[in-house]
C-alpha cells in the first residue's frame, strides 16, 4: 500500500469513527425531541458529551493500535537484519568457544570425581 493509499484509508477509518450511523440516528432523534420539548437542554448536552467521548476513546484505541502495529513492525525489521549479521563467520566462533568450554568443563568433571574417589577411599580405610 502506498503512502496515499495508507492515508486515504486512515481518513476513512477516522471518519467511520467520527460519524456513526446510530449516533447520529439518536442525535437527530434527541434534537427534535429537543425542539418539541420533549428532551431537556441538559439530556441533550449529556448525549452529545457522550457522543464527543466515544469518538474520543475510539480515535485513541486507533492510534495505539496503530503505533503498536508501527512497533512490532520495527522490532520485526531490526530482528531481520540481527540474524542477517550474524553470519556463519560468528556462528563457528561461537561453537568453538562452547567447544572450549565443554572441554573446560569435562577436565573439572574428571578431577571432582578423582577428588571424590580420593574422599571416598580415604574414608573406607579409616573404618
Not at 19 to 34: M, T, V, Y
Not at 57 to 73: G, L, M, R, V
Not at 87 to 106: A, C, F, M, Y
Amino acid at each position: 500500500m502506498t503512502e496515499s493509499q495508507e492515508l486515504r484509508h486512515i481518513e476513512q477509518l477516522i471518519e467511520k469513527i467520527i460519524f456513526d450511523e446510530n449516533e447520529l440516528e439518536r442525535l437527530k432523534f434527541a434534537i427534535k425531541n429537543f425542539t418539541e420539548g420533549k428532551t431537556s437542554a441538559r439530556e441533550l448536552k449529556l448525549l452529545m458529551l457522550q457522543c464527543r467521548g466515544r469518538i474520543l476513546e475510539d480515535i485513541t484505541a486507533y492510534i495505539f493500535f496503530i503505533e503498536e502495529a508501527q512497533i512490532k513492525n520495527k522490532l520485526n525489521s531490526e530482528n531481520n537484519q540481527n540474524q542477517l549479521i550474524l553470519s556463519t563467520d560468528v556462528e563457528s566462533q561461537l561453537r568453538e568457544e562452547i567447544s572450549e568450554k565443554n572441554e573446560l568443563l569435562e577436565t573439572v568433571a574428571q578431577r571432582v570425581n578423582h577428588l571424590v574417589y580420593k574422599l571416598n577411599n580415604e574414608n573406607t580405610s579409616e573404618v
